[in-house]
């Protein structure tokens, strides 16, 4: 009893102690659900009407792309363009935000693309163009089934197919990925050309939008007109308010409705060498003249000094640069050349052999893995008469190809030796790439081919020459490290100044191509910062944050003289427009006289679909009311945009095309369809919630 009375005693602490440590509970759980919540802002790269994207799956989708942009560079022997990782995160962005948004409007309406239709899409009766040109028998032009079936087969099962090594299944990965990403490109067009559809068929032009758009095409009037100028009337002479200012800007701001943006300024360094590398490189290849020219190892001297590698291949001599192919014209075998500059490279040739041969020759063949135990049995039954177009199967994809002997890195010498020595007959022979039944079937006519041996020697920046550009631009940031600084001293630095104002979707900057990480800096810096230099291909690059752009409608104050202007001229138009309807008697002389014209000018083939007008410009109000004035009859004043005009068809052409309803209505149609195709997911976006937030990472 005592124990309950202390209790009780001390109810009002104990309801104090147990109300803290439930705040605390809930502070608590606040407080981490708050950082789980911000965790997941963070993370992401937008909001989509509510829907979030990822960075991991974003992350993914950008290697997805990488990956197969990368092989389709690799197939065509070219290297991935500068800046392209920047397009390509841009490109993967724009994709996921429009697929949210497809996919709202295909849920909301009930679209769906169903198993059966996608593989009839991909696999059956009606192949799409992108797998159809993917799998297309160069010999008969025609799609090949069976190649995509072996394709698909390889792909999905490599093992059971005989791929096992780790080189061959990383190449498989990389084409399955590419598939999977088709797979879903086919089902979204498919779904996206149903929802065109339906569309399409809410906006269907009717009998008077096709004789309307006939009539605007095909007839045209010639006019005379008189014009007085807005720039008659002295702008001293017109006054603007405040009030006038701000109602032409209420009536024009959405037109300049802009997102957030930065104002930069930024220099640019060319990393260029020094004429101290010029001097080097140039003394380099002089002290080799000797040895390049009587060496009995000159592939050793070509390796041990030039930039590229001895190319131990003849060459068809018309396929040669300008100054190679004037050598080898001239020079005996074994005869070395001065050395010669051109385009930042030091460059000595020596011819080695010449003969005359095929260029290129085509070969038709069937590919095996190496050691694979089946190219003997194919390599006999084609030796014994066998058909080469019968063997295809999973693993023996009848190729054809054309060669040349310069392709040696890329095949293998011996594969190159015995096809440029081979007769007509079936022969096997391995290259890189696996092991092979050949046949030639077609040689080029033949040429003067050369093989040359060449030092070739760019000149490149030096260590020094990088450090002092550098170093040279560091100090210039650390003298003048704020923004007005920057940009104020950097003409007696001997340094230009560019200017750029850029949003956080920019990818690029006035001559520079790949300014990603130039604009990522910008968005996540302070106003007058100054930013690391930055080393984007061939150039240092430093920036500074001039100025922080909120996102809305640009300030009247920016847009005073174009409204001012605005202002003036509808004043202007109402006094010459009361000037001129005062006019008598009402005939195109009176009006000439009336504005101090000399004479009065004539227009020819104005027509309603057509603005701009031959000797006028753009003028959509003359267009569109000429062709409506009665023959012989002169229209009231017609305010344009250069002063207002009086006007008199003098002449209505019309065209011979006599008017077919359903053939217009057919075009319009679809003009209507191609419009609403390129507009469509414009539309989706202008109406949707976005929350862009890629340039926190990319």
């Not at 994709?95 to 679209?111: T, Y």
């Not at 943006?261 to 590398?277: C, E, F, G, M």
Request: net charge negative.
């Amino acid at each position: 009893m005592a124990t309950l009375e202390k209790i009780r005693s001390k109810a009002a602490f104990l309801v104090i102690i147990i109300g803290v440590a439930l705040l605390a509970f809930i502070i608590g759980d606040f407080l981490n659900s708050g950082q789980s919540f911000f965790m997941m802002n963070k993370n992401k790269v937008a909001t989509v009407n509510g829907t979030s994207i990822g960075v991991e799956e974003y992350q993914q989708r950008v290697q997805a792309r990488s990956e197969e942009l990368q092989a389709m560079y690799q197939q065509r022997g070219m290297p991935m363009p500068e800046g392209a990782s920047s397009y390509i995160n841009k490109e993967v962005y724009d994709a996921m935000v429009n697929e949210i948004l497809l996919g709202e409007e295909l849920e909301a309406v009930g679209i769906t693309v169903s198993k059966e239709e996608l593989n009839d899409l991909l696999t059956g009766d009606n192949i799409v163009p992108q797998v159809a040109q993917s799998f297309t028998n160069p010999e008969t032009g025609q799609f090949d089934r069976q190649a995509l079936n072996n394709f698909l087969q390889v792909i999905f099962h490599p093992e059971e197919n005989g791929y096992t090594q780790p080189e061959q299944l990383a190449q498989i990965a990389v084409q399955r990925n590419i598939w999977l990403e088709m797979e879903k490109s086919v089902r979204q067009s498919r779904a996206a050309e149903k929802l065109m559809t339906l569309v399409n068929a809410a906006v269907v032009p009717n009998k008077v939008d096709a004789e309307m758009a006939f009539v605007g095409q095909n007839r045209s009037v010639d006019i005379a007109y008189v014009l007085q100028p807005y720039t008659s009337i002295p702008d001293s002479t017109v006054e603007v308010s405040n009030a006038e200012l701000t109602a032409e800007y209420n009536k024009v701001k959405k037109l300049y409705e802009n997102p957030e943006r930065r104002a930069i300024n930024y220099i640019a360094v060319d990393i260029k060498p020094s004429p101290a590398d010029y001097e080097k490189v140039e003394e380099r290849i002089n002290m080799l003249k000797e040895i390049f020219a009587t060496t009995d190892d000159v592939a050793e001297v070509v390796n041990d000094n030039s930039d590229y590698p001895y190319a131990d291949y003849f060459v068809a001599v018309r396929s040669m640069d300008t100054a190679e192919k004037n050598f080898v014209e001239n020079a005996q075998v074994g005869e070395a050349c001065e050395p010669m500059f051109a385009n930042d490279t030091y460059s000595m040739y020596r011819l080695m052999a010449t003969k005359t041969a095929p260029d290129s020759i085509q070969v038709r063949m069937v590919s095996f893995p190496v050691g694979d135990t089946r190219v003997d049995s194919v390599y006999n039954i084609l030796r014994n008469g066998g058909d080469f177009a019968a063997l295809g199967d999973d693993l023996m994809k009848v190729e054809n190809v054309w060669l040349t002997e310069s392709m040696i890195s890329e095949v293998g010498r011996g594969f190159i030796n015995d096809v440029f020595s081979a007769g007509d007959n079936f022969f096997k022979s391995e290259s890189l790439g696996g092991t092979h039944v050949v046949q030639v079937t077609e040689r080029t006519a033949p040429v003067k081919k050369a093989k040359v041996a060449a030092i070739t020697m760019s000149v490149d920046p030096s260590n020094d020459t990088y450090n002092a550009l550098h170093n040279g631009l560091l100090s210039y940031v650390a003298d003048n490290n704020n923004a007005k600084a920057f940009a104020d001293s950097a003409q007696v630095a001997g340094y230009s100044v560019m200017t750029a104002d850029c949003s956080a979707e920019d990818i690029s900057l006035p001559g520079i191509q790949d300014g990603r990480q130039i604009v990522r800096w910008a968005f996540n810096a302070k106003k007058d910062e100054i930013s690391e230099i930055f080393t984007i291909g061939d150039r240092f690059i430093v920036a500074a944050l001039d100025d922080v752009i909120p996102a809305g409608y640009m300030p009247m104050k920016d847009l005073e003289a174009m409204l001012s202007m605005r202002v003036r001229n509808d004043k202007k138009a109402a006094i010459i427009g009361e000037k001129l309807a005062a006019v008598t008697p009402a005939e195109m002389s009176a009006y000439a006289a009336a504005v101090n014209a000399e004479k009065v000018d004539t227009a020819k083939f104005v027509a309603f679909s057509s603005p701009s007008i031959s000797g006028l410009g753009y003028e959509p109000a003359v267009a569109g009311v000429a062709p409506s004035v009665e023959k012989g009859k002169i229209s009231a004043p017609v305010k344009g945009n250069r002063g207002v005009y009086v006007m008199e068809v003098v002449n209505v052409n019309e065209s011979a095309k006599p008017y077919d309803e359903a053939a217009e209505i057919a075009r319009l149609d679809r003009q209507y369809t191609s419009l609403i195709s390129n507009r469509l997911m414009q539309v989706l976006r202008d109406k949707a919630e976005i929350e862009n937030t890629l340039i926190r990472f990319f």
